[in-house]
């Protein structure tokens, strides 16, 4: 059995200084310096095959887009058609390839049972979760966008439904930590879903304005959300990337809709929990030399409310353990989330 990262070590190597990662003992409240071949790992995690698949069928294109084509940029990130597909499918298996009990990171299956739908002690539950290394192994074959797409809408597994609609529809937006003086952490699961004042309530807003008066844009937008509002991947210790619901896009300035937040959140940002319309602005998306789509992406620098915010996501998401670069900047983060290092 080999030594096996359920956080990749490219992507560790992008929260170290000095070529070491602070890990972060949720349990004990203690900090070690290590390596990033000795964190978010576990011997025999995954079968040989498995781990070797990992690497050469969605690692190593990942890595290389990561490294040529989104780190260095400091304004604007500039993605083709092929480039989406690499990035959405790391997504998707960043989503699933950590192991757990229940489907507690399963938003859609918090809300079933959160309605009374599911139970506490629910006898359905390997159907909706599905096998832990089939669930990786469908997506690692999959070619295209619609392939995933086909795996998903099935209908016969909760977890792929749900973790392949949200990464495939949602659009992307690239945030940076720089200017707020506050770096990201990464947390064992290597990134963490948002539902919040606008979770469901989104969804019942667009059908109750497709029953008042039919918009085919509305029904699209309808189709493509879920309960999610987004999602967090941390990418290095100052660039984190969020998938947004498509939903959010009949919210920003432009859109012919008029929408009345509710009460406990009366802005877009108390919906969101940081940022604003500016921050969640679509990519400018047109047809590059080559004929294929471009999505141009402006990297947004955020506050230090935001990064906090975020980073406090990925705290308490994580299981036991979280990682990060440097530990004067995240005190912030750990002081405005209760915790403190021992």
């Not at 990262?5 to 602070?22: A, E, G, S």
């Not at 490294?67 to 989406?84: Q, S, T, V």
């Not at 497709?210 to 210790?237: T, W």
Request: proline share 4%; glycine share 6%.
């Amino acid at each position: 059995m080999v030594n096996c990262h359920y956080v990749p070590q490219f992507l560790l190597r992008n929260f170290c200084k000095d070529n070491k990662i602070q890990y972060f003992d949720l349990n004990t409240k203690k900090i070690e310096t290590r390596s990033t071949k000795s964190v978010f790992m576990e011997k025999g995690y995954y079968p040989d095959e498995l781990e070797q698949d990992l690497c050469h069928k969605t690692e190593v294109q990942f890595a290389s887009l990561l490294n040529n084509k989104i780190l260095n940029e400091r304004h604007r990130i500039c993605l083709n058609a092929h480039d989406m597909l690499i990035l959405k499918k790391f997504l998707i298996i960043t989503m699933l390839r950590v192991k757990e009990e229940g489907l507690e990171h399963n938003i859609w299956y918090r809300e079933l049972k959160r309605s009374g739908f599911i139970g506490e002690h629910d006898s359905y539950q390997d159907f909706f979760s599905g096998d832990f290394y089939s669930n990786i192994n469908r997506v690692l074959e999959c070619k295209n966008r619609d392939s995933l797409i086909a795996i998903a809408e099935n209908g016969e597994n909760l977890n792929l439904f749900t973790f392949i609609k949200d990464v495939i529809y949602s659009y992307n937006v690239f945030v940076k930590s720089n200017n707020a003086k506050e770096d990201f952490v990464i947390s064992d699961r290597g990134w963490v879903g948002y539902r919040g004042p606008l979770g469901v309530k989104k969804l019942n807003a667009m059908m109750n304005m497709l029953e008042i008066r039919y918009d085919p844009f509305v029904e699209m937008l309808l189709h493509m959300s879920s309960p999610q509002d987004y999602a967090v991947y941390p990418l290095s210790n100052t660039l984190a990337l969020i998938t947004v619901s498509p939903a959010y896009k009949i919210l920003l300035p432009g859109a012919p809709y008029n929408i009345i937040y509710p009460e406990e959140a009366p802005t877009l940002s108390a919906c969101l929990g940081f940022g604003d319309s500016n921050t969640i602005q679509p990519p400018e998306n047109r047809m590059g030399k080559d004929g294929q789509k471009e999505y141009r992406y402006s990297i947004k620098q955020l506050s230090r409310h935001d990064v906090i915010f975020l980073n406090g996501l990925m705290i308490k998401n994580a299981d036991s353990h979280i990682g990060f670069a440097d530990e004067e900047r995240v005190k912030n983060s750990f002081v405005e989330n209760g915790l403190t290092i021992q």
